[in-house]
Structures are given as C-alpha cells and as structure tokens.
C-alpha cells in the first residue's frame, strides 16, 4: 500500500473544512455569467482582486525584554494569481535562532490498519440509509441551498446525497473559485523554505492522532448521526452575504493594510463545520481528537515562551485569527505580561 493511499485515507477520516481546502481547483467560470445584480438589473460592482508580487502584513512582535518573537499571521483565501514577497519577513527570518510552525492537527492512519480499512471507505460521505438533502435539511434550508446548488453543481444530482458537511466543503471550495480566490501560495512551506536555508531549528507545533482501528472507525462513521446541518447553513449564509467581503478581507491581506486587516471578521463557518467532525462516531471512539486543536494551540504557546526565554529572535507563524482574536494566541502571550506591538 502505497504512502499515497494511506495519505487519502486519512483525509477521508478529516472532514475538517481545511483540509478539503487542498483539492487542486479549476480555473474559474467567467464572472459575468454568475454576477450579481441590484435591484435595477444591473451588475454590482465587484472588487478587483490585486494580483502579481505582494508583501502580506507586517510582523506583530512579542517581546521579553531583548528576545523578540515575530509573529506572521497567515490568512485564507488569497486572490488568484497572487505571488508573496517579502523582504522585511526574509531579513527577520535570516536573524532569527528558530522557527515555529503554525499550530495545527492531523489524523494519521497506520499501514495495517489501513489496509483493513479500505473495503469500508465506498460511500464515505454519503448521507445514512440513502437520505438525500431534502431529507435531512429543514425546508427553508433547502430552498436557500438550491439556487446555489443549480449556480455551483448545476445538473450534478450525486451531490445531493452527501451529508451536509462534505456539500458544505465542496459549496465553498467552487464559490471560491468562482469568486477569484483560492488557498493561495503556500506560504508555510514557502516560509519553511526560507527558515532551512538559514539552518533555523524547527519547532513543529501539529498534533496528530493515530486511528487505532480505521476501518470500525469508517464503519461507525457511515451509519451513525453527524450534527453537520448547522456546518451547511452557515456556508450558505456567508456565500449569501458575505462572498465580496471575503475579496475585501483577501486583498486587505495581500497589500498589509493594517486598519482593514484588523476589522477582518471571521464568520462561524468554521466553527460550525469543525464541530460537525467533533460531532461524529469517529470521537467517541478516540475522544483524544476533540482536544487535537487546543492542543496544538498550547503547544505553540509553550514554543514561543520557551523561545522567548532562550533565543534573542525567533520566527513564529499564527493564523491571522489566532493574531487578531481578543481570545487568541497572542492575546495569551499577552495576558501572561509579553509586550506584544502590531506592525507599524
């Protein structure tokens, strides 16, 4: 069994909205077929997504007396078409003892367990007992779903018998797509990159489970309850209103401007699809992955005190959520008496 496969089988395990972020997209559909208009008829204007080489924000930086702590915050998603550079980021990079990864959480299935696994993933994200959409959502949630379902699958019935979790990954995926956008450069491999050519050391901050037994796990999966509609309901409530506030927000980032970027505000779509996972058989059969994120979360926090302590610079990625929010990350290090200063 090839590293190829267990890699898909774990992502099938995931349904978490970030990862489904990482299937390669198709170039967008012409913008005016699908633009929307007022009450006149008339197309509303749209913003026009920055493109070519551009810098991001600046460095937020925690400080303990003279050990520093620069902070990125990495946003999504990003115009199509744009290339990041940064010379500021570069030289700090090249300064600096350590880097630390962004916090994140991963499942992870052995090579055994795997194997017996594979037989059970036919039908993975199918709803229960051949349930449909119309079945499991509530009416008014249907009728709101299928003017984008026509806009974004058209004629494409199979979507209609997944579960709400996976629409909702896919809904979103495509309405990015269309709307300019996509997951952007990679910027944490880009910046990894940049830290092993200066020979920083590297502090990862993922914390991955392991299944123990995928292939009950896919079982168990496949035929019990998901609390994933409110994960649907709030992607269609952000694609309803919020689609050209994602293009202000992702061009906000890529051009660091400051006062926009910190007014970016952060729908409860993924909260809602997180919980959806966090909802599922596949927890009560390792509760270990309800705490993964946080998890991953006070790992960096410890990174970076212990970075603080010990190195005169380090380098560290966030979200920029982690960045922004009054219960983040830096509002952490914050609070434990650092000095923490946004870009200037």
Not at 16 to 45: D, F, K
Request: glycine share 8%; hydrophobic share 40%; proline share 7%.
């Amino acid at each position: 069994m090839s590293k190829r496969v267990l890699r898909a089988l774990a992502l099938c395990f995931l349904t978490l909205p970030s990862m489904a972020q990482t299937v390669p997209e198709t170039e967008p559909a012409p913008p005016a077929a699908n633009a929307p208009t007022g009450e006149t008829g008339e197309a509303i204007p749209q913003t026009i997504l920055v493109s070519g080489q551009r810098p991001g924000p600046g460095l937020w930086k925690v400080s303990k007396g003279d050990h520093v702590l620069w902070v990125f915050g990495i946003h999504d998603p990003l115009p199509k078409g744009m290339e990041w550079r940064s010379k500021e980021v570069e030289r700090k990079i090249a300064q600096s003892q350590e880097f630390l990864g962004a916090p994140s959480g991963g499942v992870s299935v052995g090579w055994g367990g795997g194997l017996g696994a594979l037989p059970f993933l036919i039908g993975l994200k199918k709803n229960p007992d051949g349930a449909t959409l119309k079945d499991v959502l509530p009416p008014d949630l249907y009728e709101r779903w299928a003017p984008l379902k026509q806009k974004y699958f058209g004629d494409d019935d199979d979507i209609e018998r997944e579960r709400p979790v996976f629409v909702a990954q896919e809904l979103y995926r495509r309405a990015k797509v269309q709307a300019g956008l996509h997951k952007g450069p990679d910027l944490r491999e880009v910046l990894g990159k940049l830290a092993n050519q200066h020979k920083l050391k590297y502090t990862s901050n993922k914390v991955e489970v392991e299944l123990k037994e995928p292939g009950k796990a896919a079982r168990e999966f496949k035929k019990g309850a998901m609390a994933d509609v409110p994960c649907l309901a709030a992607t269609i409530a952000q694609l309803e209103t919020d689609i050209e506030a994602m293009r202000t927000r992702a061009n906000a980032w890529a051009v660091g401007e400051l006062d926009a970027i910190e007014k970016l505000d952060y729908s409860d779509r993924e909260s809602a699809c997180h919980n959806a996972f966090l909802s599922s058989a596949i927890t009560k059969l390792q509760p270990e992955l309800l705490t993964m994120q946080q998890r991953a979360r006070d790992s960096w926090l410890a990174a970076a005190e212990k970075a603080l302590d010990t190195n005169t610079s380090t380098f560290a990625l966030l979200s920029m959520k982690d960045v922004l929010s009054p219960q983040g990350t830096l509002a952490r290090l914050k609070a434990k008496g650092y000095t923490v200063e946004k870009p200037n």
